[in-house]
T-cell receptor
Framework: EPEVTQTPSHQVTQMGQEVILRCVPI?????FYWYRQILGQKVEFLVS????????KSEIFDDQFSVERPDGSNFTLKIRSTKLEDSAMYFC?????????????????FGPGTRLTVL | AQSVSQHNHHVILSEAASLELGCNYS??????LFWYVQYPGQHLQLLLK??????LVKGIKGFEAEFIKSKFSFNLRKPSVQWSDTAEYFC?????????????FGSGTRLSIRP
């Protein structure tokens, strides 16, 4: 069964450094998402991406964050200057878009997450 | 404020006990409802979903949930739990106003099953 993959599984960085979290969505999916979960808190929506542009973003997704689909397979989240409060588990998700017989167009499939630790 | 509420932070049950996890949401209008599960060390997986039709939804592994519109609730149930059901369970909503179908999650309920 196809899966969303994420690398690295754990990233440790110094405050103020830039980090790039990588995701490979399921190959025929067209809608991509980033969520995060700070330890002990709920999973929060960050941003959605479709057709090479952001379709929706949350208040958390400020100018420090950016997303990109640099090629046909990867979907990245960049944090330009990390802060201590950016420490969290970051989940990528993807879903199909167009109605097609046999395709589940409603479900978002999540990756295993990248644990980001900012020191 | 609009939110998804899961009232039980941690539930401990013995094997074969019945389970009901509460979920309430405060969004008006159309909503799509989900329960996700996260087994220890694994990623979020969809248990079941409700978009329309029969308000009693059956999911994987014997789970079911009932959408009660008048109560803004979507409680998760299982008649007889197993040790392998130990996990974190998240209720989630996609509000109808979200064009991108962003998911709003509840805070999660940790389920521990005593063998």
């Amino acid at each position: 069964e196809p899966e969303v993959t994420q690398t690295p599984s754990h990233q440790v960085t110094q405050m103020g450094q830039e980090v790039i979290l990588r995701c490979v969505p399921i190959s025929n999916h067209l809608y991509f998402y980033w969520y995060r979960q700070i330890l002990g808190q709920k999973v929060e929506f960050l941003v959605s991406f479709y057709n090479n542009e952001i379709s929706e973003k949350s208040e958390i997704f400020d100018d420090q964050f950016s997303v990109e689909r640099p090629d046909g397979s990867n979907f990245t989240l960049k944090i330009r200057s990390t802060k201590l409060e950016d420490s969290a588990m970051y989940f990528c998700a993807s879903r199909y878009l167009f109605v097609k017989s046999g395709e589940d167009t409603d479900t978002q499939y999540f990756g295993p997450g990248t644990r980001l630790t900012v020191l | 404020a609009q939110s998804v509420s899961q009232h039980n932070h941690h539930v401990i049950l013995s094997e074969a006990a019945s389970l009901e996890l509460g979920c309430n949401y405060s969004y008006g209008g159309t909503v799509n409802l989900f329960w996700y599960v996260q087994y220890p060390g694994q990623h979020l997986q969809l248990l079941l979903k409700y978009f329309s039709g029969d308000p009693l939804v059956k999911g994987i592994k014997g789970f079911e949930a009932e959408f009660i519109k008048s109560k803004f609730s979507f409680n998760l149930r299982k008649p007889s739990v197993q040790w392998s059901d130990t996990a974190e369970y998240f209720c989630a909503v996609i509000p109808g106003y979200s064009s991108a179908s962003k998911i709003i999650f509840g805070s999660g309920t940790r389920l521990s099953i005593r063998p």
